[in-house]
């Protein structure tokens, strides 16, 4: 342990010296892009700075790297499963420059990190504690009291936040701009709302799997976040056209949508995203049954087709056929294309889409014909495989 904290020191005393110099050319030259330091265990942690340097040590002497490395800004510490508290206790207590902070997937961390984080790192302005399950609202509340200045926030997975949580953050974050609730299940229209009505900067907004929102949600978006750019929203199944055509008519810039299994939506809901969102960039409609050609046809004809839709996913749609590949013709940025699962789509429909826009990736496949059973049944005959395009 002794070696490794002096060789950590050293490292220390080497990073402090050339970011004081902030010359990033020096850095790149006198340190390699990775760095890897053992100490027992076979797994890194990944530690990244404002200037591109990256190094990899290990966590038993994390404590040392932070007490002489105050002036870090970036850590990323996804996936280090046996980070714990005193990890969180340690940044506190001497990074108190530190911006940006991931801690995905680091299931031992409690409310206990986000406290201490709330009182040694008021700078922090993106932190990602996804699929830290132990979280509750009590340390989100903790959190955001110490550092209001954040502008992500990335809680995928922490599947004990409630609608409390929420609150605290719309109360103390009016600078958010990215918020991930996917898969918080108990998350339902009175947090989200509380979110829109406090964080009118919101940009980025993913909800998917939250299957108790309502249109009450998409309204609020629309009446309090103009800014608004990413929406996923996949699996919420209580979503309609109602709620879709507030949020096209008020969020003018939104550039991505996922709306897969929204089950719900019909037509109504393209034609309102082909008048009002001529930025609209990448669209999910996976598994939304109640989509015809009509509604392409709007899309196709809309504001963003010629210049800025580049994806459209529309397998497992059964009533759209090769009349929508007509329609989407025009989309010269389009560059991906889904079509699993529907049935109506033929090979021709496809050649001919191709004519038009020679580099798109098409996704799809056409099961096999069964072949006729051998003479005298002798033999058992298989498929071939699904082709894939």
Same mark, same amino acid.
């Given at each position: 342990?002794?070696?490794?904290?002096?060789? /950590?020191?050293?490292?220390?005393?080497?990073?402090?010296?050339?970011?004081?110099?902030?010359?990033?050319?020096?850095?790149?030259?006198?340190?390699?892009?990775?760095?890897?330091?053992?100490? @027992?265990?076979?797994?890194?942690?990944?530690?990244?700075?404002?200037?591109?340097? +990256?190094? &990899?040590?290990?966590?038993? +002497? &994390?404590?040392?790297?932070?007490?002489?490395?105050?002036?870090?800004?970036?850590?990323?510490?996804?996936?280090?499963?046996? +980070?714990?508290?005193?990890?969180?206790?340690?940044?506190?207590?001497?990074?108190?420059?530190?911006?940006?902070?991931?801690?995905?997937?680091?299931?031992?961390?409690?409310?206990?990190?986000?406290?201490?984080?709330?009182?040694?790192?008021?700078?922090?302005?993106?932190?990602?504690?996804?699929?830290?399950?132990?979280?509750?609202?009590?340390?989100?509340?903790?959190?955001?009291? *110490?550092?209001?200045?954040?502008?992500?926030?990335?809680?995928?997975?922490?599947?004990?936040?409630?609608?409390?949580? &929420?609150?605290?953050?719309?109360?103390?974050?009016?600078?958010?701009?990215?918020?991930?609730?996917q898969t918080?299940?108990?998350?339902?229209?009175?947090?989200? /709302?509380?979110?829109?009505r406090g964080?009118?900067?919101?940009?980025?907004?993913?909800?998917? @799997?939250?299957?108790?929102?309502?249109?009450?949600?998409?309204?609020?978006?629309?009446?309090?976040?103009?800014?608004?750019?990413?929406?996923?929203?996949?699996?919420?199944?209580?979503?309609?056209?109602?709620?879709?055509?507030?949020?096209?008519?008020?969020?003018? !810039?939104? !550039?991505?949508?996922?709306?897969?299994?929204?089950?719900?939506?019909?037509?109504?809901?393209? /034609?309102?995203?082909?008048?009002?969102?001529?930025?609209?960039?990448?669209?999910?409609?996976?598994?939304?049954?109640?989509?015809?050609?009509?509604? /392409?046809?709007?899309?196709?004809? *809309?504001?963003?087709?010629?210049?800025? &839709?580049?994806?459209?996913?529309?397998?497992?749609?059964?009533?759209?056929?090769?009349?929508?590949?007509?329609?989407?013709?025009s989309c010269?940025?389009?560059?991906?294309?889904?079509?699993?699962?529907?049935?109506? +789509?033929?090979?021709? *429909?496809?050649?001919?889409?191709?004519?038009?826009?020679?580099?798109?990736?098409?996704?799809?496949?056409?099961?096999?014909?069964?072949?006729?059973?051998?003479?005298?049944?002798?033999?058992?005959?298989?498929?071939?495989?699904?082709?894939?395009?």
């Amino acid at each position: 342990m002794k070696n490794s904290n002096n060789v /950590i020191q050293k490292l220390a005393g080497g990073l402090r010296q050339m970011f004081s110099n902030n010359d990033e050319a020096v850095i790149n030259k006198k340190l390699p892009k990775e760095l890897l330091l053992r100490h @027992g265990m076979s797994w890194p942690l990944m530690v990244a700075t404002g200037s591109g340097l +990256i190094c &990899l040590i290990s966590r038993g +002497i &994390l404590r040392t790297f932070a007490q002489n490395c105050r002036n870090i800004e970036v850590l990323n510490l996804n996936g280090c499963t046996k +980070i714990t508290d005193a990890t969180c206790t340690s940044l506190s207590k001497f990074c108190s420059k530190l911006r940006h902070l991931d801690l995905a997937s680091c299931t031992s961390i409690t409310n206990l990190s986000l406290k201490a984080l709330s009182e040694g790192c008021p700078l922090l302005e993106q932190l990602n504690i996804s699929w830290c399950d132990q979280v509750t609202k009590d340390g989100i509340q903790a959190l955001v009291r *110490g550092c209001g200045g954040l502008k992500a926030l990335f809680l995928k997975g922490c599947t004990q936040l409630e609608d409390e949580a &929420l609150k605290y953050i719309g109360a103390h974050c009016p600078e958010l701009v990215t918020l991930n609730l996917q898969t918080c299940l108990q998350i339902t229209d009175d947090g989200l /709302i509380t979110i829109c009505r406090g964080c009118h900067k919101l940009q980025s907004l993913c909800a998917s @799997g939250c299957a108790n929102i309502t249109d009450a949600i998409l309204n609020a978006l629309g009446q309090n976040c103009p800014r608004l750019r990413i929406l996923e929203v996949a699996r919420c199944s209580q979503l309609t056209d109602v709620g879709f055509t507030t949020l096209a008519r008020n969020c003018h !810039e939104l !550039e991505k949508m996922d709306l897969e299994e929204c089950v719900q939506i019909t037509d109504s809901t393209l /034609i309102q995203l082909s008048i009002h969102c001529p930025r609209l960039q990448v669209l999910s409609l996976s598994h939304c049954e109640l989509i015809t050609d009509d509604g /392409i046809r709007h899309l196709g004809n *809309g504001a963003c087709a010629h210049d800025r &839709l580049e994806v459209i996913e529309l397998d497992n749609c059964p009533l759209i056929t090769d009349a929508s590949l007509e329609h989407l013709k025009s989309c010269h940025s389009l560059e991906r294309i889904e079509l699993y699962d529907c049935q109506q +789509i033929s090979r021709a *429909g496809i050649k001919r889409l191709r004519t038009h826009l020679p580099n798109i990736k098409v996704h799809a496949y056409f099961a096999p014909v069964t072949p006729p059973p051998s003479v005298g049944g002798s033999r058992q005959r298989f498929c071939r495989c699904c082709i894939i395009l």
